[in-house]
């Protein structure tokens, strides 16, 4: 397995680069938080990304995707996260729309793709309830009747959720909470009577919502894969998101880096620049190589994912770990060595530390990565 871009991927890369840092710079998303847009990204922009195949990236060709996989998406994903860029890339690229493809009926898919594809629709996966990321702790309930289901509880930090056309909601249909089995996926459309959201604000700006279901009724054509088996196809579609995700994590400790070298360059003390004293060579040295590490770990496992690889899922779990800690530790470490000015709202560099702790959280913390890992190599 190569850890090498090829040609193609190479050139997706610099595409992107040069998209986010011109189209959607950091700034972007200051303006969107300061000016409590009620969307939280720009469509056209959006419309922009999908008119260059991003969208259907991991959509098939019979529904107007490209199928480029996931080591292509991840290189549009780390360029996004150098510029912390607000876009539906992980909601619907990376969450919802392949649960439709991997799940759906063909009905649903020919319905719900395309509409991807072409940038017109923003899906979400509504799945956690708690604080943690825990998808056997589902409690929300799905009670058969004639024709269909009724869907009743709450989802919560449900990327996009606010804005989002349409669900793939993860719901309890037998079981005890925390059991594995007992768990189905519905799709559920936006307007569907019953449901209600609220607008979360988060700490770094981006969106999500809270969901509250009250006698919501869904067709039985409406349930996506087996019923009581949607770990079967949930686990490979969130072991990719883990994937994509540490891929933006990568790319945002990659920036906060970068941004710190340059002004440890310029920032001067005593007559020197800063970046000449020893202890902080040593620090800066330290974060290269953990950086390097988490790029050898992401590259490692989208590729797994590409080629379909038995180890995919233990390699989602150790990238995602890996960017965890490398961006808590980066983001930190460029605050401080940025010094006063890295503490206020002025300097960009927070925005960064701000972004690591709600993508730490993100389908699992690393400690969460560790203990998955563990049980699936059997401990």
Not at 56 to 71: K, N, P, R, T, V
Request: aromatic share 6%; hydrophobic share 45%.
């Amino acid at each position: 397995m190569t850890l090498l871009l090829t040609p193609e991927q190479a050139m997706l890369k610099a595409t992107a680069h040069t998209f986010f840092s011109q189209q959607q710079p950091v700034q972007a998303l200051r303006a969107l938080r300061d000016t409590a847009d009620p969307t939280g990204f720009e469509r056209a922009l959006w419309q922009d990304m999908a008119a260059l195949g991003w969208a259907g990236i991991l959509i098939d060709e019979a529904h107007g995707g490209s199928d480029f996989g996931y080591q292509g998406l991840g290189q549009i994903l780390e360029e996004a996260g150098r510029t912390l860029a607000a876009t539906p890339l992980v909601s619907t690229v990376l969450l919802a729309a392949p649960l439709v493809r991997a799940a759906g009926s063909a009905a649903l898919r020919s319905a719900l793709l395309p509409t991807v594809v072409d940038g017109t629709r923003v899906l979400a996966l509504a799945l956690e309830e708690g604080p943690h990321h825990a998808p056997t702790r589902t409690a929300l309930k799905a009670t058969p009747e004639a024709g269909g289901f009724v869907l009743n509880g709450s989802k919560t930090y449900v990327l996009d959720g606010h804005i989002a056309d349409d669900f793939i909601v993860l719901a309890r249909t037998a079981g005890q909470l925390g059991d594995g089995h007992g768990l189905t996926l519905f799709y559920l459309r936006g307007d569907t009577e019953g449901l209600t959201r609220n607008r979360l604000r988060m700490v770094d700006s981006r969106n999500a919502a809270q969901l509250h279901l009250r006698d919501v009724r869904v067709a039985a054509s409406d349930r996506l894969g087996e019923l009581d088996l949607a770990l079967a196809h949930l686990d490979p579609v969130l072991d990719g998101a883990r994937a994509g995700l540490a891929a933006e994590m990568l790319g945002s400790a990659l920036e906060a880096f970068e941004r710190t070298l340059a002004y440890l360059k310029i920032r001067e003390q005593f007559g020197v620049p800063i970046g000449s004293f020893q202890a902080l060579k040593h620090r800066a040295a330290m974060m290269f190589c953990e950086l390097e590490l988490t790029r050898s770990a992401v590259r490692a496992a989208l590729a797994a994912l590409d080629v379909g690889s038995s180890e995919a899922a233990l390699l989602a779990c150790l990238a995602k770990a890996k960017a965890c800690d490398t961006f808590e530790l980066v983001s930190s470490e460029a605050v401080q060595l940025h010094g006063g000015i890295g503490m206020t709202d002025a300097a960009e560099i927070g925005l960064f530390l701000k972004r690591a702790r709600v993508a730490q959280q993100l389908l699992g913390d690393a400690g969460f990565q560790r203990e998955r890992y563990a049980s699936l190599r059997g401990f």
